[in-house]
């Protein structure tokens, strides 16, 4: 079995050569000779402790997926395990032992397969296709989707998770995971070719387990990310008669024809952050992205999480926050830029550039009370609108504090 990883140990004692014990790993495969550690056993491993899949480090805004059921029936087959978050959005697991030929051929093809029949289903037809499947999580088979994906966790109100389910459906927005025990050299080949020509509205990602017997009993589960599609193409994929059709995204953050420019990517995080700030705040979106460009431009891309999209710049060869943005509020918080700025030594930096962007909120009695902050960071939330009003003095800002900040870091301590 083709792999990238060593063998795991534990070191009693650091000093003592001999006392590092190797864990014996787990090979997947099925039949007596594998001793029950099947594909089956992986899927139901997965569906009782989730965290097993590197969710998070794919995409941010998906990182709390709760396992909803396994074998959910579809026309193209069983999904082996599916998960969704709070907000409505959908995770596809499909486990495959590597070693098995067939599986390295198919998986990708089948996993997409799946990918094609969900955006059919109306969210009614989605959630008794999902009642009909055995339950995960300790789940009852009577209990809604909504339910199930909210038990553990704050969520949207119950309209509003069925409106994201539906149109995550329709626009076939989902995260795809193939799940194995050894990835295969042509299973990432053929990732790389989606990511270069398919232009989906879905993220791809191919994840190593590797799993140990732990010192005392149980497992000790290593995820890895082998491979992925980075970005979705801009653009929606309609399902036309069983075909996959990219229909390109028209907007002022598409490409423009004849640019000889492709259209930026996006990925599943960056899109649902930015319709959150829609919701919140209408106009915000193609404003933000106006802003996220510029910064572009001078060598700052943005970076994702859950809850923010957090701008950032380049000074001395260092990457700093700019802004960040919470897309439940609309609000821009700086205390992360002080933060920084105290690091290096020059709060006096962080605090100069908090109050040039305070000076941009437009009423004034707010505006007198953002430069009078009584927080501990000396800084309070901005409204997000108030500073893309006014994009060229934001922008001003942030090149004198990325300016100020490179000085500083030049000046021996």
């Known amino acids: 079995m083709t792999t990238r990883y060593g063998s795991l140990f534990q070191i009693a004692d650091f000093a003592a050569p001999t006392a590092a014990q190797r864990l014996g790993r787990v090979h997947l495969g099925g039949g007596k000779a594998g001793g029950g550690y099947d594909e089956a056993w992986l899927q139901r491993l997965i569906a009782s402790h989730p965290q097993a899949l590197p969710i998070g480090e794919i995409e941010a805004y998906l990182e709390d997926a709760v396992p909803i059921c396994l ?8 999904i082996d395990l599916l998960l969704v978050t709070p907000r409505g959005d959908i995770v596809v697991v499909e486990c495959k032992l590597w070693r098995n030929p067939q599986a390295r051929r198919e998986v990708v093809g089948q996993i997409i397969d799946y990918a094609k029949e969900l955006p059919r289903l109306t969210y009614e037809a989605f959630e008794a296709a999902i009642r009909k499947a055995e339950p995960a999580g300790g789940a009852e088979r009577s209990q809604s989707l909504f339910h199930r994906a909210s038990a553990h966790a704050e969520h949207i109100g119950e309209a509003d998770f069925i409106d994201s389910v539906s149109r995550n459906l329709r626009r076939g ?3 795809l995971l193939i799940v194995g025990d050894g990835i295969q050299e042509g299973v990432e080949q053929i990732a790389d070719f989606l990511q270069q020509h398919a232009g989906m509205h879905f993220t791809l990602a191919l994840v190593e387990v590797a799993i140990f017997h732990a010192p005392g009993g149980g497992f000790l589960v290593q995820p890895r990310v082998v491979a992925r599609t980075q970005m979705i193409q801009r653009g929606v994929v309609a399902f036309d008669d069983g075909h996959l059709m990219l229909r390109p995204q028209a907007g002022p953050d598409a490409a423009k024809p004849g640019s000889g420019k492709a259209a930026a990517p996006v990925s599943i995080s960056e899109e649902r ?3 959150s700030l829609e919701a919140k705040l209408p106009s915000s979106a193609t404003q933000l992205r106006q802003m996220v460009a510029a910064l572009d431009d001078r060598g700052a891309a943005p970076r994702f999480t859950a809850a923010y999209v957090i701008l950032q710049g380049h000074a001395a060869g260092r990457t700093l926050t700019l802004a960040k943005i919470g897309a439940a509020d ?3 918080w700086l205390e992360d830029v002080v933060a920084q700025a105290t690091a290096a030594g020059r709060r006096d930096l962080g605090l100069a550039y908090y109050q040039a962007l305070a000076a941009l909120v437009r009423d004034p009695a707010t505006r007198s009370k ?3 902050p009584t ?7 901005l409204p997000l609108g108030d500073l893309l009003a006014q994009p060229a003095a934001w922008l001003a800002a942030c090149d004198a504090y990325l300016r100020a900040m490179s000085d500083a870091f030049a000046v021996p301590a």
């Open 273 to 275: 952050l930015f319709e």
């Open 71 to 78: 074998e959910l029936a579809t026309k193209a087959g069983p």
């Open 370 to 372: 953002k430069q009078d």
């Open 375 to 381: 927080g501990s960071s000396g800084t309070a939330g």
């Open 330 to 332: 609309a609000s821009v």
């Open 173 to 175: 927005r989902f995260l």
